[in-house]
């Protein structure tokens, strides 16, 4: 699966940003879309996730201020980021978490990512 993440840029405490990350390729192997995170000197965090059923996740720290869709018909998934804070700040990366069949029926699982998209709260 390839997937193209957009909508980073700079915002001010406070200030909102929605995220799109497309799909492509094998879309009907995804299970879930999610987006994680990952700050300068931190490791990679998960943000949230949405599973095809409808299935949502959120960290705790973003609770309340991050909403989580998903278009199917356009293999898209977007992340609604509001009143966001300084600690928001970070290259943010969709994934893609899928399994399939392969040619010899054997069961074979995978996670894809995007490339990220730098997301910067200052003022």
């Known amino acids: 699966v390839q997937l193209q993440a957009s909508g980073g840029g700079l915002v001010q405490p406070g200030g909102s940003l929605r995220l799109t990350c497309a799909a492509s390729g094998r879309v009907s192997s995804i299970s879930a879309l999610e987006w994680y995170r990952q700050a300068p000197g931190k490791q990679r965090e998960l943000v949230a996730s949405?599973?095809?059923?409808?299935?949502?996740k959120f960290a705790d720290s973003v609770k309340g201020r991050v909403t989580i869709s998903r278009d199917n018909a356009k293999n898209t998934v977007y992340l609604q980021m509001n009143s966001l804070k300084p600690e928001d700040t970070a290259v943010y990366y969709c994934s893609a978490d899928g399994g399939y069949y392969n040619g010899a029926g054997e069961p074979v699982r995978y996670r894809d990512w995007g490339q990220g998209t730098l997301v910067t709260v200052s003022s």
């Open positions: 949405i599973t095809s059923d409808g299935s949502i």
